[in-house]
């Protein structure tokens, strides 16, 4: 069975800071990966949607990064802000599953102002 | 434009009845997802369409749980004999068309609790 884990769980950082969300996965045979926002109650917004080509990409103050052969993804968050303030889920898509996203159980972050 | 919208946006009912959940999906989006979200957990596939065929419904947990997009627009998820464990977010997704590229566009769920 294939599965996505995020680390940490949760995550405070005070207001400016830089902070980097991780995600790792079991298999490197991917069509992509995708990071969405969630803000509680709400439903998931895609930030940044990575091909299994590609080695990044950036989207204002967030950069995610992929590293197939290791199965591991990272979402840089630059100068943070209260904003910011979400649940950050990371999804694949594996080629064995075809078109379904297999997530993780979410990265909780809360930047203090 | 429009986004995916789901409803009804909460719905409480009891142990045993039957419930139906609606999706309308960005126009022209071919491909349509069911997503079901348990609290503290990311959300798990549950059923995906592209058109009006369920291409795989391999995340359906057992045969209380049923969907349809009859004219491959609108889906609805039914749900037969409800049981407490059934309560969670239940989300739809679409995306303009089914193959490994495209970005899933998510509604804003529907919060189904069952006493």
């Known amino acids: 069975k294939q599965e996505v884990t995020q680390i940490p769980a949760a995550l405070s950082v005070p207001e400016g800071e830089n902070l980097v969300l991780n995600c790792s996965f079991t298999?490197?045979?991917?069509?992509?990966l995708q990071w969405f926002r969630q803000d509680p109650g709400k439903g998931l917004t895609s930030l940044l949607l990575?091909?299994?080509?590609?080695r990044e990409q950036t989207s204002g103050r967030l950069n995610a990064s992929l590293d197939k052969s290791s199965g591991r993804s990272t979402l840089y968050i630059a100068a943070s802000q209260p904003g910011d303030s979400a649940t950050y889920l990371c999804?694949?898509?594996?080629?064995?599953?075809?078109?379904?996203?297999?997530f993780g159980a979410g990265t909780i972050l809360r930047v203090k102002s | 434009g429009a986004g995916v919208s789901q409803t009804p946006s909460n719905k409480v009912t009891e142990k045993g009845k039957y419930v139906e959940l609606r999706c309308d999906p960005i126009?022209?989006?071919?491909?349509l997802y069911w997503y079901r979200q348990s609290l503290g957990q990311g959300p798990e596939f549950l059923i995906y369409?592209?058109?009006?065929?369920?291409?795989?419904d391999s995340g359906l947990p057992n045969d209380r749980f049923f969907a349809v997009r009859p004219e491959g627009s609108v889906s609805t998820l039914k749900i037969q004999r409800t049981e407490r464990g059934d309560s969670a977010v239940y989300l739809c997704?679409?995306?303009?068309?089914?193959?490994?590229?495209?970005?899933?566009?998510f509604g804003p769920g529907t919060r189904l609790t069952v006493l």
């Open positions: 298999d490197s045979a991917i069509y992509n």
């Open positions: 997704a679409s995306s303009p068309s089914g193959p490994s590229t495209d970005t899933q566009y």
């Open positions: 126009s022209g989006h071919t491909a």
């Open positions: 369409f592209q058109g009006t065929g369920a291409a795989d």
């Open positions: 999804a694949v898509r594996f080629m064995e599953y075809g078109n379904k996203l297999v």
């Open positions: 990575i091909q299994s080509s590609q």
